[in-house]
């Protein structure tokens, strides 16, 4: 018995795009290599491949993209770090950027895990629309404000651990240096142990060194909120109005200027600064159940600022302190106040980080 043989499916060529069509470009970023993929409007991947974390790597990938056709849209992952630099030259090309998040758990048990399928999976974020958030730009006044920050935050915290040390260190003196030194407060501390003989005992040596590294830290920490405050001022005429509101000082401005970047433009409205900075409620309803939650998310150094306003304002403002007494006695927790006050105050900032925006009116708080 003789089998014929069944038709063979014929396959299609791909279809490759003229260099007059437009195509997406995904790059899922590293600290060495970045990895680049292409696909069509249509969603057909085209190629893959590395390229080097530097100038000339850039200018390689960018003219290697657009050998697949036009590139009007690029979603980069991390343009925040690994990504800052693409994204700049990729702005300097008129290319749009668009800030993709990494793939959820389920896409990639599904399709696993190569640098490859991550930047293909950038291109189809942007192609589907699910990613649009627009990166912020690191070439201004806010990029120079985190760097400071930066070594401020360094410094701070050596200087804690510094002085912590210098206190155990005074409890295995002698007894009657250690009575001597007892009960100072810790700038008369610090200045005493910084002027101790260190030929005396290791210990003195110890305490004098602590005492040193003390001083040169406050130092820098002191000539850091210098010029984080000049950079504030420096950034735009309007946030002098900024520094001028209650408990908002320099360094909770210069947090919510870096959460907002020096594109602020990018914020539609005063809602997305909210959710920006982790204040807006998150809707959590599902059959009869109709509810919010708190935002956890965000950026959480802005939300933390906020929240030291909000503790500013409680302590030191009437109209705020009218309010927590008003919320308090409707049956509402401090906590829960906190909350709303966090809200208002992000409206209010939002009208001066951009006062062309139209804005709600803020309620009295």
Request: hydrophobic share 40%.
């Amino acid at each position: 018995m003789t089998v014929t043989s069944l038709p063979q499916p014929t396959l299609t060529a791909q279809h490759v795009p003229t260099p007059a069509e437009d195509v997406i470009l995904g790059v899922d970023t590293h600290k060495d290599i970045h990895v680049a993929a292409v696909i069509t409007t249509l969603g057909a991947s085209l190629a893959h491949q590395e390229f080097p974390t530097t100038a000339v790597g850039y200018r390689q990938l960018i003219s290697w993209a657009r050998s697949f056709g036009v590139i009007r849209r690029a979603g980069v992952e991390c343009t925040g770090s690994y990504g800052v630099a693409l994204t700049r030259a990729l702005h300097r090309e008129d290319i749009e950027v668009v800030e993709v998040n990494q793939p959820d758990r389920a896409t990639r048990l599904k399709r696993g895990k190569t640098d490859a399928i991550d930047a293909d999976a950038a291109a189809r974020a942007v192609l589907s629309g699910r990613a649009t958030t627009m990166p912020k730009t690191a070439d201004g006044p806010a990029a120079d404000m985190r760097v400071l920050r930066l070594a401020k935050e360094s410094a701070v915290k050596a200087r804690t651990q510094a002085m912590n040390q210098l206190k155990a260190v005074l409890l295995v003196l002698d007894p009657d240096l250690r009575e001597q030194l007892s009960g100072m407060t810790n700038p008369a501390l610090i200045a005493t142990c910084a002027a101790l003989d260190g030929d005396h005992s290791e210990a003195a040596f110890t305490m004098r060194l602590l005492a040193c590294r003390v001083q040169n830290l406050a130092q820098e920490v002191k000539e850091l909120t210098k010029r984080t405050t000049k950079a504030v001022k420096a950034s735009r005429p309007q946030l002098l109005e900024l520094l001028e509101l209650v408990g908002v000082g320099p360094d909770s401005a210069a947090v919510l200027l870096i959460a907002a970047g020096d594109n602020p433009d990018r914020l539609t409205d005063e809602a997305s600064f909210a959710a920006l900075c982790g204040v807006s409620p998150v809707e959590q309803s599902s059959g009869k159940t109709q509810r919010r939650r708190l935002n956890r998310g965000g950026h959480r150094q802005a939300n933390a600022a906020l929240y030291r306003i909000v503790q500013s304002r409680i302590r030191w403002d009437e109209r705020t302190q009218a309010y927590l007494q008003r919320r308090t006695a409707e049956g509402m927790s401090r906590r829960e106040i906190i909350r709303c006050l966090k809200r208002y105050v992000a409206r209010e900032l939002y009208r001066h980080i951009r006062p062309s925006a139209t804005t709600m009116t803020v309620p009295a708080a």
